[in-house]
Nanobody, 125 residues
Framework: LRLAESGGGFVQPGRSLRLLCAASGATFAFQAIGWFRHAPGTEREGVSCISSTIATNYADSVKGRFTISRDNAKNTVYLQMNRLKPEDTAVYYC????????????????????WGQGTQVTVSS
């Protein structure tokens, strides 16, 4: 399974972006997919996760602002980010839990693999 992120960019606070995580591989639909982010000077952290049954998890810092979804027919997971804040600035990555269809091990990063190359999100006025 290979994953590739896209959709990042430069936006002003309060605006929105939609990130995409495109997958190649026959097992995509059966795996949990997580979004993570890494800001300079901080540890990489979990942002959100979606299971094969569309159950979702969110970090407290993004609850109510971010929405994760998936379209298995398109082999794509989306992260809709609304009301963006400067502290959301980071490189965003998606990754798959190859052993589980649920998000029970998120946000433990060691449980996720097939990391994409990341997409930069910058929120600034």
């Amino acid at each position: 399974l290979r994953l590739a992120e896209s959709g990042g960019g430069f936006v002003q606070p309060g605006r929105s972006l939609r990130l995409l995580c495109a997958a190649s591989g026959a097992t995509f639909a059966f795996q949990a997919i997580g979004w993570f982010r890494h800001a300079p000077g901080t540890e990489r952290e979990g942002v959100s996760c979606i299971s094969s049954t569309i159950a979702t998890n969110y970090a407290d810092s993004v609850k109510g602002r971010f929405t994760i979804s998936r379209d298995n027919a398109k082999n794509t997971v989306y992260l809709q980010m609304n009301r963006l804040k400067p502290e959301d600035t980071a490189v965003y990555y998606c990754a798959a839990d190859l052993r589980n269809s649920g998000c029970q091990r998120w946000p433990r990063q060691s449980s996720f693999s097939s990391w994409g190359q990341g997409t930069q999100v910058t929120v600034s006025s």
